[in-house]
Nanobody
Framework: QVQLVESGGGLVQAGDSLRLSCAASGRTFGTYIMGWFRQAPGKEREFVAAITAITRIGQLTYYADSVKGRFSISRDNAKSTVYLQMNSLKPEDTAVYYC?????????????????WGQGTQVNVSS
C-alpha cells in the first residue's frame, strides 16, 4: 500500500511559478512510475506529466503538450517524493492537481493505469 500526500498548491498570478510536492509512504517508491494529473471544474481528469523508475535506459519523463516546456517533473527516491515544477503559469492551468503511482503501466497518460492517488492540491492562476 502506498499513501500519497500532495502539497504546494496556492493562488498565483499568470506568469508565476509554483512547485508541487508529493510525499509517498512505503519502501518501494523507487519502483513506481509517478504521475501528475489535474482536474478543472466541469472537466475530466487529464494527464500532466509522468516520470518512470530508473531503468536500464535511464529515467524517462513524459509531458502533456499543454505543459511541455513550462512544467518539469522530477523525483527524489531517497525522500520518496516527486515534484512538479510549474513555470509560466496560465489561467487555464487552474485545477486540482493529483499525484498518482503505478506499479506497472502500458499507457502512462491513462488515469486508470495508476494504483494509488493523493487527495489533490488546488492551484489557482489569476489573469
Amino acid at each position: 500500500q502506498v499513501q500519497l500526500v500532495e502539497s504546494g498548491g496556492g493562488l498565483v498570478q499568470a506568469g508565476d511559478s509554483l512547485r508541487l510536492s508529493c510525499a509517498a509512504s512505503g519502501r518501494t517508491f523507487g519502483t513506481y512510475i509517478m504521475g501528475w494529473f489535474r482536474q478543472a471544474p466541469g472537466k475530466e481528469r487529464e494527464f500532466v506529466a509522468a516520470i518512470t523508475a530508473i531503468t536500464r535506459i535511464g529515467q524517462l519523463t513524459y509531458y502533456a503538450d499543454s505543459v511541455k516546456g513550462r512544467f518539469s517533473i522530477s523525483r527524489d527516491n531517497a525522500k520518496s517524493t516527486v515534484y512538479l515544477q510549474m513555470n509560466s503559469l496560465k489561467p487555464e492551468d487552474t485545477a486540482v492537481y493529483y499525484c498518482a503511482a503505478a506499479r506497472t503501466y502500458s499507457d502512462y497518460a491513462r488515469a486508470d493505469e495508476y494504483d494509488y492517488w493523493g487527495q489533490g492540491t488546488q492551484v489557482n492562476v489569476s489573469s
